[in-house]
């Protein structure tokens, strides 16, 4: 099994968890990112994306599936600082029309 941290930390925000995965989000390692996500219980969800320099399509849907059941438990996910590479596989898809982008920790933390 590959490995694929994600730091975790208390945002200053009530209820709120900033999640810093580093490294590609590929189909080899969902197993672990499923598993960090689902341990996380915060009303609302903070994914930094600067420590993931690209992502493929099984990486995309894992956070539109992570989107969906949050949304389903009245919870939210916001993605901040995306890599070029990320922002234009989010954007080329229109996932940015569903999943929340924010240009920084800051701006989501306060959105």
Do not use: C
């Not at 672990?32 to 099984?58: C, N, Q, W, Y």
């Not at 539109?64 to 898809?93: C, G």
């Amino acid at each position: 099994m590959s490995s694929f941290p994600i730091a975790q930390q208390q945002s200053a925000q009530p209820d709120t968890v900033i999640l810093r995965p580093d490294g590609p989000l590929n189909v080899n390692v969902l197993p672990e990112f499923h598993s960090a996500t689902k341990a996380v219980t915060a009303k609302r969800v903070i994914v930094d994306l600067s420590g993931i320099p690209h992502m493929d399509s099984a990486g995309l849907g894992a956070f539109l599936t992570l989107h969906a059941a949050l949304q389903k438990e009245s919870r939210t996910l916001a993605l901040t600082l995306p890599t070029k590479r990320v922002q234009m596989l989010i954007a080329l898809t229109k996932a940015d029309t569903v999943l929340k982008l924010y240009p920084s920790v800051e701006a989501a933390e306060h959105a």
